[in-house]
């Protein structure tokens, strides 16, 4: 079976500091993963995918995620926390030949002036 | 390039009533997918349309659902009748054929039964 654990539900950071928002999978197949965003009132926007190719997945608006198989993550991370960045972020696992995303509970960020 | 458009954003309806959903996926994506967040959970699969062919229905929590594709192109979901259990957001998603694990939302239909 396919899931994604979010291990926090919500993250507070300061303005200008890192982000680090984590996700563990765990999937029988090789996975494909995903983080995507969502602002408020707004539709669900990909962020960035690993699909079998380099670990390190480089998304957009400086987010990046590093797929560990080791330690069956796939968390995100940012160097430096933007006031836009404020938003609820999901992690997705996809089994290579489905056709289903098993959503993690979601993360909220919250980022503080 | 017009994204995926869904219709209503937001709806209010009584306990018994009917609600009809609307989805435009993007121009020439054959996949259509329906995915819903009730309150407090995470955001599940509901079904799958390979243009106008359901390809999986798994998710589809009841027959008070029923999603259609009439010629492949744009998708309703109707609730019938709508339980208070049914609030939330109902997103929908395309992609081409050829491209499964990328998908486009939506920005969700927010349903409230009241």
């Known amino acids: 079976a396919q899931s994604v654990t979010q291990l926090d539900s919500h993250v507070s950071v300061s303005e200008g500091t890192p982000v680090l928002l984590r996700c563990n999978y765990s999937?029988?197949?090789?996975?494909?993963l995903f983080w995507y965003v969502q602002h408020p009132n707004k539709g669900l926007q990909l962020l960035l995918k690993?699909?079998?190719?380099?670990?390190l997945v480089k998304g957009i608006n400086g987010f990046e995620a590093e797929f560990k198989k080791s330690e069956t993550s796939f968390h995100l991370t940012k160097p430096s926390a933007h006031m836009s960045d404020a938003a609820e972020y999901f992690c997705?696992?996809?089994?290579?030949?489905?056709?289903?995303?098993?959503f993690g509970t979601g993360t909220s960020l919250t980022v503080i002036p | 390039e017009a994204g995926v458009t869904q219709f209503p954003s937001h709806s209010v309806i009584e306990k018994g009533q009917t609600v009809t959903l609307r989805c435009d996926p993007i121009?020439?994506?054959?996949?259509l997918y329906w995915y819903r967040r009730v309150m407090g959970k995470e955001i599940k699969f509901l079904l799958h349309?390979?243009?106008?062919?359901?390809?999986?229905e798994s998710g589809m929590p009841n027959n008070r659902f029923l999603a259609e594709r009439t010629g492949g192109t744009y998708s309703t979901l109707k609730v019938q009748p709508a339980e208070l259990e049914d609030s939330g957001v109902y997103f929908c998603?395309?992609?081409?054929?050829?491209?499964?694990?990328?998908?486009?939302f939506g920005e969700g239909s927010w349903l409230t039964v009241v």
């Open positions: 997705v696992v996809i089994r290579n030949t489905g056709n289903q995303f098993y």
């Open positions: 349309f390979v243009k106008e062919s359901k390809q999986d």
């Open positions: 999937s029988s197949y090789s996975p494909s």
């Open positions: 121009s020439g994506h054959d996949n």
């Open positions: 690993y699909t079998s190719a380099a670990t």
């Open positions: 998603a395309s992609s081409h054929l050829s491209t499964l694990n990328t998908i486009y």
